[in-house]
């Protein structure tokens, strides 16, 4: 009888590691959803995932035109420097304001209304000369009436 039971106890540890075995076992369609050595040659690594760029890494990434459109060591080079700035500077500091132009501006525009005053009161003189002339031509004789126009023609002339 202990037979037996040594047998049923063996017999029952093996199918417990059968069970245990065919648990363990892949079934049909456990391996038609296995990778296949390719599909695990082309898989990454943790190192490769650990030192791969995140989205905001790439987020702030320059694009090809962005660094198209970068200053070379040579323009930098050529660049102005703080001297040429402050020489720059002291030049356009000197150029005249909107303020000055406008003084020269009205200036100018006082003058030209000074002249125009001028050349109007001329006018008026020149035309109440011309009617008293005519008031005198119809007046006088010949001779004095060349006097007249001799006078008025020397005042033209001035």
């Known amino acids: 009888m202990v037979e037996k039971e040594l047998l049923n106890a063996i017999s029952d540890m093996m199918d417990a590691k059968f069970d245990e075995f065919k648990m363990n076992l892949a079934t049909k369609d456990d391996i038609a959803n296995m990778a296949t050595k390719d599909d695990i040659a082309n898989m990454a690594t943790k190192d490769d995932i650990a030192n791969m760029a995140t989205k905001d890494d790439i987020a702030n990434m320059a694009t090809k035109d962005d660094i198209a459109n970068m200053a070379t060591k040579d323009d930098i080079a050529n660049m102005a420097t703080k001297d040429d700035i402050a020489c720059i500077w002291k030049v356009i500091s000197k150029l005249p304001t909107k303020a ?59």
């Not at 001028?118 to 109440?128: A, F, M, W």
């Open 100 to 158: 000055d132009l406008r003084e020269v501006e009205n200036n100018v525009l006082t003058e030209v209304d000074r002249v125009q005053e001028i050349g109007t009161r001329h006018y008026h003189e020149v035309k109440r000369e011309m009617s008293q002339l005519r008031a005198e031509v119809r007046s006088y004789q010949i001779g004095s009436l060349k006097l007249r126009v001799d006078r008025l023609e020397r005042m033209l002339e001035l």
